[in-house]
């Protein structure tokens, strides 16, 4: 991308928030907040005026676009997942302390692209791993759901990582899930699903398995 700082030589490595595409002043900020807290910046305690939207796109299949071009840089869009907020007006947004800037997610906008698998049966633990490196551990405070698509019929799995951002669950780790899947009587009905956390997530009703 256009103007984003690498390393240079004799030199130590920029913050990628000085390089950053889209002009969001508060960027550096945000991510020094981040590094503060040792953790992600705080956004939502964060409450910005709305300057616009920003021609950023997060594809279904995780792939982050600045106006049309993938952005390359790991770390880069590593950073801008940590200040993604996904409002109650149900639109998503990049928020910094001076700024809170519109995007356009086409599904989830993290995808779930690892899984670590602790324990069996109801003590199951499923463990996600993002293509941003978030780890989010499958339970009652990061659910799972299932949505069958309509068309196709498949089904599309997503795991919970936090305040309301989900991540799709990719192809191969599906799966695995469906190795792992067991039939349970849930809600009157038998169903096909998974625990984790010590929760059963229902797939679909056992009798419309057809994978």
Not at 4 to 29: D, I, R, W
Not at 103 to 128: C, H, N, S, W, Y
Not at 132 to 148: Q, S, W
């Amino acid at each position: 991308m256009a103007g984003v700082t690498g390393k240079t030589a004799g030199k130590p490595e920029k913050s990628e928030a000085g390089g950053a595409p889209g002009g969001l002043k508060g960027l550096a900020v945000a991510e020094a907040e981040g590094q503060k807290a040792r953790g992600l910046p705080p956004v939502h305690l964060w409450n910005p005026p709305f300057c616009g939207d920003l021609d950023m796109r997060i594809a279904r299949d995780g792939t982050w676009y600045y106006m049309g071009t993938p952005i390359g840089r790991a770390r880069l869009v590593r950073l801008f997942s940590t200040v993604l907020r996904h409002d109650e007006d149900g639109k998503y947004y990049l928020v910094t302390p001076v700024e809170k800037v519109g995007i356009t997610v086409d599904d989830a906008p993290f995808l779930a692209v690892a899984m670590k698998v602790e324990g069996e049966g109801r003590d199951q633990q499923l463990t996600f791993t993002t293509n941003v490196g978030d780890e989010t551990a499958a339970g009652p405070d990061h659910p799972m759901r299932f949505v069958i698509d309509a068309e196709t019929g498949e089904p599309a799995p997503y795991v919970h990582v936090r305040a309301r951002l989900e991540a799709l669950i990719n192809r191969a780790v599906f799966y695995d899930l469906v190795e792992l899947g067991v039939e349970e009587e849930h809600e009157g009905r038998r169903w096909f699903g998974v625990w984790s956390g010590g929760t059963f997530w229902p797939f679909m009703p056992a009798e419309e398995m057809a994978f």
